[in-house]
């Protein structure tokens, strides 16, 4: 059978032959020619020379040289080459024909992976930015999404700062209350799993497909746009080794200004004297003859005056007073010295650290099988003491040509991360960041013996040492090892319709044995140490086929269609296991077994699927009107079946304005130009795997009773755990784009334009239930609405002259976002995180997801006929309960009276501020001369507000830690009229209330890298056996405009990496400083 | 031809992968480690959910962003800070909520309201949950339904006094209103009185519950239903509804008066012949932070100096309280003139005049034993200068238990037992009945009784060397009661000195209809001493009740209608 059909198929082509030669013998003239680069003269081979609206045609020999028979002189040929512009010729009577190509536009050629499938850029229709992953790896980065900040058009990123600490990735603003980060695809195996563990020097080209048209073909889970990343593949030639490398130091850019031991013990002195003698307090001052009180403090004495003493612990006491050699850490009678002159926490718990990372690759292809392997080592070294970041991996990416139709091939990860944080995370007020201001300037470093100091003695209060608690912590490691890839086969049915198969897989396991040893310095002593170990795994898998049809009909219709089905599982357990009461601290001795006492243990899993049908089709009419459909049907198992199924369409539409006949003659300047416009829709499930069900669930902290009184142990027992909610529907994104992609000048000059709108309806948000109700997790259900706008340019300009190189970029984008609908009552407000204030951040209706919430300030009374005057400020508005209301009198906030009806309080506070960015924006250019060349990044946002939390802590009299040089120098005292805070009274626990004191402009631009490269010339590296060589020094993050006064601008979700976290953005809770770095690079090829 | 067959197989594989779309099972899960209501409809399911109900008696289980001291069952921001007993304590700035509330500037969006707010009615949830499930089983007989019926109405009922003591005009949610698959069922409006409601579920419970349960002193019994239901009838000043079940307490033989006063307060007693209703808590049960062992009460413990605890120092005595035990020299409560002086705060054990025992079992003072930690001293405290030198002492669990009858990780969370009531609250409210509907000489019994225990030497508070750590003076009254309006305010000092620091002064003070002369006369003092006070008053009308959460109020819409509406004054 096997043997007919080959045989068949020789006659057909014969036949084909024989008729081909038969109509081309009846043909009257034969042309030659030569085809040439239009650069350098150079012949060029392979061009294809065709005859228009016929088969006829032949390919330039090795010399660009061609012979054709034509019919006649209306013949026109049309020739064509990969990279370059096609260009059509009448014969006329020319017999010899020499044709010059110009060089295409290339980046309009360029071939882009979007999804499932590929596209040339000319072809787009859909807003896809196409990110320069050269430009994109140049400045080192643990995390791929880290490294696109301020490169993509409306691509916003936030991180953590720390090694390896979040990242959060937001496409064209905020779709939902729910999970906001978008899809990564790698290699066409998709994840939203962290991409710490995926090293970024293996990436070969990246595609953030930002609208719907362009990401709908990933349906349910593309709402927050789809990241297209794919990695290195070997090229036709020889194996091909190459090393790349670098070396680096970062340190701390800028700590906060806080008060020495003096200027502490000053204002606290000044803080006291006014709470013991508010009612004395004229204007804001002791008349003269006043008899005030003075505090009486154990640390400070009892004077008119603080005393700084020689000893912090036991407080107070000077130099002799305490038996040194008394000291015993095991019955904690420690002893400490003041530090007379303040300790410098920051500078205690800042280093310069270095930044290494190495990768060795080898990679090169054969008629039968491409290849690429690479080994990373990533290791960063965090400017906080004892925080670290180390990734190894490995890659191998194959291709084999089994025969001319059937290709097999497989791309896959394997990489191990260790990682070592700051205790308690980032943006807490129990990490390290946080204790370095919350500690008192007194407590010095190390006590008597030696040991950390703390706060262990009388009037320290509770910060912990944050130097002592990175020591103990260095050793609790986060360990992930994670395996990603897939492997495919594709078969070429026809020659131009291909069957694929890819078959990937995403499996992580996580470890962490987190040690906490006793710490007797500090006051809140832990009292006994723990051990709590935590395994996760996690397993995905995705499996995808696509049929793909490409033809081209007459030479003015290409059309390409394609269909295609994926299922996905996901499934994931933990388990975790605490004892207490371990002999010894050492290391080897850090397993549960080591540990006395049972603590606790606990386990569960999830799981989720998802099966998935969906098409596409591409039409394009002679290269200038582009259509493009796709619809996918999702169905998710996260909801009830029947609601489980959804479909996703999308149409988007290209009209190549520079193919139209009025604008050939603008091809002086303008090369090329396409209006695209398109429309569609995308979905959200990110809503917890069981949200349908009702369930009861069983936990020793809330459903468990000791009924038998047994003191040591209790009853199980179970409570409703979930309000299921069956009529959960998907959340639905619509959205619509219209962009402009233009190239001027030959292609020196790239613009892109985009406009878009994008509305989340049936928004998926987990409705409070009242409590009458009972407590448990709260149900999503379909009714809120948000919408986000904006506009995106991108520009880029690239030229040469001589020796001399250079281009300049940029990109600009805005969005605005609205909460359109939460539950159609405009008084309903779902608020952030409550710190140790009233959530201070609220989504309401009308207003912008997450705007700051709290009182708005008009200013500080200058004296007391000012404060009478004003409404009762948390008091009735009469003159009697004015007049004993310290916060009617001089130097107090003046709260506005929002509701105008007399009396400050909690209905007083509104909608005050706005976390979101007028616009951002990013910056690079590039020098080149010789074998020089030199690279500058710069990344901005502007107009955005952050609520500096930290002030609650350093401005105003809450806890006993350090304070700002703001709230010594600025708080109000008689005749100040510049002052920014009240007047200093120790029991003061209003002023600290979320007011717009906490606002600040949050705008920066950071010149995130700047570069200087040297290539050694080609005849060097040539006597060197190399390939190429390229040497380099970086500055990176080397200098930050901003008004901020905190530690660092970038201040984004409490948690970059946790979902749910978009409620409550821009609070700076402690946030890690992004590190300054200078680094040594090279990157060598043999 | 083996060369192609291979890419045709493979073709028809994928073809095949491609028209076979996944089927709808392989879209089924289920929830992994959880249950479905319908898996509980049995016996076994049935105990399962009523001890999920009864596990919330110790008022923790908030949601995040609220913390475990919010609902906390003895009511120690609400019921004591909120008095004239405690401060908030600490330092000024932490958990400033405490301070608002104390100060009197409390506002409907303080998390605390709504996190009390939220554990009183999951009570009541999880309470209809039983009701209904045991509804649907098969497998039990009429009897165990209906032990089963009267523990869980006894606990919505408790459940529901919680809630009105607190915040007055609130729903009354019954099994039949709640529907867990319908968000919409409870939101009732608060425009009714629901003591009848309460009182109702209490009877109920009152009069199927066995006298006890061997084995689970844990469980609601008759006697405990009972004394709440007297309770709520003291509530409602209703002495002629409580007085006879209260004898019938006294009559049923089954309780007595601890010899120490301080049994009462520690964990190896924890269950004892005084108690009636017991809020149990327990410690190393697996719990992961340990919140069955009375989390709501861990900030209010001693801060350092050599203190088994480091944390966190809240909940001081204040002065006032302090001076309250001290008595006459015929060792009785000088109750009228006790906050003329002070008992000093330094130096305290040089003090020589008399004072009730019950103080040194109620307070921390500087110079006396604390339980066997050692001697209470300046270091116990985070900040003298803020809120004085003394500290909370019932709750706190001994050094020798440590480790045993507390957590393995912090003895801040400990067994000892909150005693929501006991047989000296039914004392208490019989000399209350008496003194209203009754026999004055009665009623001087029953405070005798309450007396001569604390009386009795063996329960000082001593020294290692054996003397007793104060002056005590503490007698019976001899004299006879003539005046009634001086019986009364007899009784209620010693509800005061018996009950200190115990989260029920403020309610008690609320019931009494004397709160606002009260607690305004103790600030105008006590302001004096405390700086952060000053300027804080009771507002009449007004702070009687605590503010429904405004949350719950946005959150009870119904078609754009709030059904709860705020109370007077907020």
């Not at chain 1, 448990?776 to 040469?800: C, H, T």
């Not at chain 1, 609220?842 to 997450?850: D, E, F, K, M």
Request: glycine fraction near 10%.
């Amino acid at each position: 059978m096997g043997q007919n059909v080959r045989l068949m198929a020789r006659w057909a082509v014969s036949l084909l032959l024989i008729v081909g030669s038969i109509v081309a013998q009846a043909q009257d003239r034969r042309v030659t020619g030569k085809v040439t680069t239009g650069t350098d003269g150079m012949g060029l081979p392979g061009a294809n020379v065709q005859v228009k609206g016929t088969t006829l045609g032949t390919v330039t020999n090795a010399n660009g040289s061609f012979e054709l028979n034509v019919r006649g002189n209306n013949d026109v040929l049309v020739i064509s080459s990969i990279g370059y512009v096609k260009k059509e010729i009448t014969v006329g009577s020319q017999s010899i024909i020499n044709v010059p190509l110009e060089d295409d536009i290339k980046s309009l050629s360029e071939v882009i992976v979007t999804g499932y499938g590929t596209q040339s850029k000319r072809d787009i229709t859909g807003a896809v930015a196409i990110i320069n992953t050269e430009q994109l790896l140049s400045v080192p980065a643990t995390n791929l999404a880290q490294a696109m900040q301020g490169r993509v058009a409306g691509v916003t990123v936030g991180n953590d700062n720390s090694p390896g600490g979040g990242v959060m990735v937001r496409i064209r603003g905020f779709g939902t209350i729910n999970d906001n980060s978008p899809l990564y695809v790698i290699d066409g195996t998709p994840t939203k799993e962290n991409l710490n563990t995926l090293n970024l020097n293996d990436i070969e080209s990246m595609q953030v497909l930002k609208d719907a048209s362009a990401a709908s073909i990933y349906g349910s889970r593309a709402a927050n746009g789809v990241v297209i990343i794919t990695t290195k593949k070997g090229k036709a030639g020889k194996p091909k080794l190459t090393y790349d490398a670098y070396y680096g130091q970062q340190r701390a850019n800028r700590f906060l200004d806080l008060l020495n031991t003096q200027q502490f013990a000053d204002l606290l002195w000044e803080s006291r004297i006014n709470a013991q003698n508010t009612a004395k307090l004229v204007d804001g001052a002791y008349p003269a003859g006043t008899i005030i009180s003075y505090p009486n403090i154990a640390m400070f004495g009892n004077g008119t005056t603080p005393v700084i003493p020689f000893y912090a612990n036991p407080a107070g006491k000077k130099q002799g007073e305490v038996d040194e050699g008394a000291y015993n850490f095991d019955t904690r009678n420690l002893i400490t010295r003041a530090n007379q002159q303040g300790t410098d926490w920051f500078d205690a718990i800042f280093e310069s650290a270095p930044i290494q990372n190495h990768q060795i690759g080898v990679s090169g292809a054969t008629e039968a099988a491409r290849y690429a392997m690479s080994a990373n080592i990533f290791d960063q070294q965090g400017i906080m003491k004892n925080t670290y970041f180390k990734r190894y991996s490995l890659r191998a990416n194959t291709e084999f040509n089994v025969n001319k139709r059937f290709r097999v091939g497989e791309n896959l990860q394997v990489a191990y991360g260790e990682r070592v944080g700051q205790t308690n995370g980032n943006q807490s007020e129990g990490n390290p960041i946080s204790f370095a201001y919350r500690i008192p300037p007194i407590v010095p470093r190390f006590d008597v013996n030696g040991y950390f100091a703390g706060g262990n003695g009388t009037g320290l209060d509770n910060s912990r040492n944050p130097e002592a608690e990175l020591f103990r912590n260095k050793d609790n490691k986060q360990q992930e090892l994670r395996l990603f890839g897939n492997a495919y086969a594709e078969f070429d049915i026809l020659p131009n319709l291909t069957a694929k198969t890819q078959f990937g897989v995403d499996y992580n396991t996580y470890n962490l044995r987190n040690y906490r040893a006793n710490d007797p310095e500090s006051p809140e002593m832990v009292g006994t140490n723990t051990l709590r170990t935590n395994n996760n795994f996690g397993f995905t898998w995705t499996w995808y086929n696509t049929l793909n049809y490409n033809t081209t009909l007459g030479d003015k219709h290409r059309i390409n269609l394609m269909v295609g089905t994926e299922s996905i599982k996901s499934y994931n357990e933990f388990v975790f296991g605490e004892r207490s009461g371990f002999a010894v601290d050492e290391l080897a001795n850090r397993y549960l077994n080591a540990g006395k006492t049972v603590v606790s243990n606990g386990g569960g899993g999830r799981e989720w699927k998802l099966a998935s049908e969906f098409a596409r089709a591409n039409y394009s009419y002679d290269n200038r009107y582009l259509v493009d459909f796709t619809i996918r049907r999702d169905r998710s198992s996260r909801f009830a079946p029947a609601f489980r199924t959804a479909y996703f369409p999308s149409v988007s539409a290209g009209w190549v304005l520079t193919e139209e006949s009025f604008l050939k003659g603008t091809s002086s300047w303008l090369s090329f130009a396409k209006l695209r416009i398109g429309y569609g829709q995308t979905g959200n499930q990110e809503i917890g795997n069981y949200n349908a069900f009702s369930t009861y669930l069983s936990n020793p902290e809330t459903s468990f009773y000791d009924l038998a009184g047994a003191n040591t142990s209790s009853l199980q027992g179970y409570e409703l755990g979930q309000f299921g909610n069956a009529n959960a529907r998907w959340e639905t994104t619509t959205s619509t784009n219209i962009g402009l992609d233009a190239t001027f000048l030959g292609g020196k000059l790239e613009a892109n334009l985009d406009w878009f709108t994008r509305t989340t309806s049936n928004m998926l948000f987990p409705v409070e239930v009242q409590f009458t109700q009972g407590r448990a997790v709260n149900p999503f259900q379909n009714i809120g609405e948000m919408s986000n706008k904006g506009v995106e340019l991108g520009l880029n300009f690239a030229d040469k002259k001589g020796d001399f190189n250079y281009s300049i970029g940029g990109n600009i984008s805005t969005y605005r976002n609205n909460v359109v609908k939460t539950t159609g009552d405009p008084n309903v407000q779902y608020f952030g995180f409550s710190t140790r204030l009233a959530a201070a951040a609220v989504t309401q209706q009308g207003y912008p997801l997450a705007s700051f919430f709290g009182y708005t300030l008009d200013g500080i009374f200058q004296n007391d006929a000012e404060g009478r005057a004003h409404a009762g400020q948390f008091v009735a508005n009469t003159d009697a309960a004015k007049a004993a209301n310290p916060f009617n009198k001089a130097g107090s906030f003046k709260f506005r009276d929002i509701n105008e009806d007399g009396v400050i309080n909690a209905s007083d506070r509104s909608v005050i501020g706005n976390p979101h960015p007028d616009f951002s924006y990013g910056i690079n250019a590039s020098l080149g001369y010789k074998n020089f060349r030199l690279d500058l990044f710069g990344q901005g946002i502007q107009g955005n507000e952050i609520f500096n939390y930290v002030r609650y802590f350093t401005d105003f009299p809450t806890f006993g830690g350090n304070r700002s040089l703001r709230m010594y120098e600025k708080s109000w005292r008689p005749g100040m009229t510049d002052a920014v805070l009240p007047i200093p009274r120790s029991n003061d626990v209003i002023s600290s209330l979320p007011s717009t004191y906490y606002l600040e402009d949050g705008s920066y631009f950071r010149f995130k890298n700047i570069q200087l490269n040297y290539t050694l010339p080609k005849a060097i590296s040539d006597k060197l056996g190399m390939g190429s060589a390229k040497v380099y020094v970086q500055g990176q993050n080397w200098f930050t405009f901003t008004k901020y006064t905190g530690l660092d601008p970038e201040i984004n979700l409490r948690s970059s990496s946790a979902s749910g976290q978009d409620i409550h953005m821009g609070f700076d809770e402690g946030s890690y400083p992004a590190s300054r770095a200078t680094l040594v690079g090279l990157s060598v090829s043999f | 031809m083996k060369s192609i067959i291979k890419p045709i197989s493979f073709a028809a594989v994928l073809l095949a992968g491609l028209t076979t779309s996944c089927n709808d099972s392989f879209l089924d899960v289920v929830p992994l480690g959880e249950l479905s209501e319908a898996t509980l409809r049995n016996k076994a399911g049935v105990d399962l959910v009523l001890t999920g109900a009864y596990s919330i008696m110790d008022g923790v289980n908030v949601g995040p962003g609220f913390s475990d001291w919010h609902g906390s069952a003895d009511n120690w921001v609400y019921g004591s800070v909120a008095s004239d007993d405690a401060y908030k304590g600490t330092n000024a700035g932490d958990q400033p909520e405490i301070s608002i509330i104390e100060t009197f500037q409390h506002t409907p969006d303080l998390n605390h309201f709504r996190g009390k707010w939220q554990v009183v009615y999951d009570g009541v949830a999880r309470s209809n949950d039983v009701l209904q499930l045991v509804e649907k089983a098969t497998d039990m007989t009429a009897a165990e339904k209906t032990a089963v019926i009267a523990q869980a109405r006894f606990l919505r009922g408790h459940y529901h006094f919680e809630a009105k003591k607190m915040f007055n005009m609130v729903p009354y949610i019954d099994e039949k209103t709640y529907n867990s698959n319908d968000a919409n069922s409870t939101k009732l409006p608060n425009d009714k009185d629901i003591w009848p409601n309460i009182v109702e579920d209490l009877k109920f419970a009152y009069d199927n519950l066995p006298n006890r349960w061997a084995g689970f002193p844990g469980r609601a019994t008759k006697w405990g239903a009972g004394a709440t239901l007297a309770k709520a009838y003291m509530f409602q000043s209703n002495f002629t509804a409580a007085k006879p079940i209260l004898e019938a307490i006294v009559n049923s033989g089954q309780f007595r008066l601890m010899d120490k006063y301080h049994d009462n307060h520690r964990a190896v007693t924890n269950n004892n012949a005084e108690s009636i209703l017991e809020v149990q808590f327990s410690v190393n049960d697996g719990a992961n932070i340990s919140r069955n062992g009375n989390r709501g009460h861990t900030l209010n413990y001693p801060y350092g100096g050599g203190a088994l605890t480091t944390c966190c120092g809240f909940f001081q005595p204040t002065q006032n309280l302090v001076n309250a035990h001290k008595t006459d020299a015929n060792g009785l409560p000088q109750l009228d003139t006790f906050n003329n002086v002070d008992v000093p705060a330094e130096n305290s054990v040089s003090y020589q005049g008399n004072l009730d025992p019950r103080l040194d079992w109620s307070v921390g003072r500087t110079g006396v034993p604390y339980l066997d930690w050692g001697i209470h001293n300046i270091g116990y405290i985070r900040d003298p200068a803020y809120a004085g030198l003394y500290s909370p002492k019932k709750q706190s669990p001994y050094r020798s238990e440590n480790g045993s009858l507390t957590w393995s990780n912090n003895p801040r969370q400990n067994a000892n037992n909150y005693r929501i009531i006991r047989y000296s609250h039914v004392l208490l409210w019989l000399a209350e009945c008496e003194v209203e509907i009754g026999d004055l000489t009665k009623a001087r019994g029953f405070v005798n009784q309450i007396r001569r225990r604390a009386a009795n030497p063996d329960g000082f508070v001593k020294f290692t060397d054996g003397k007793p750590a104060g002056n005590y003076v503490v007698k019976e009254y001899t004299e006879a009661w003539t005046d009634k309006a001086e019986a009364r305010k007899a009784v209620r000092f010693e509800h005061r000195l018996e009950f200190a620091m115990e989260g029920h002064r403020y309610f008690d003070l609320v019931r009494w209809g004397i709160i606002e002369p009260t607690l305004n006369a103790y600030l105008a003092v006590e302001e004096t001493k405390r700086s952060y006070l000053r300027g804080s008053r009771f507002v009449k009308g007004k702070h009687e009740y605590f503010p429904i959460p405004n949350q719950e109020i946005l959150n009870s819409q119904l078609s754009g209608q709030a059904t709860l509406k705020q109370n007077p004054g907020y």
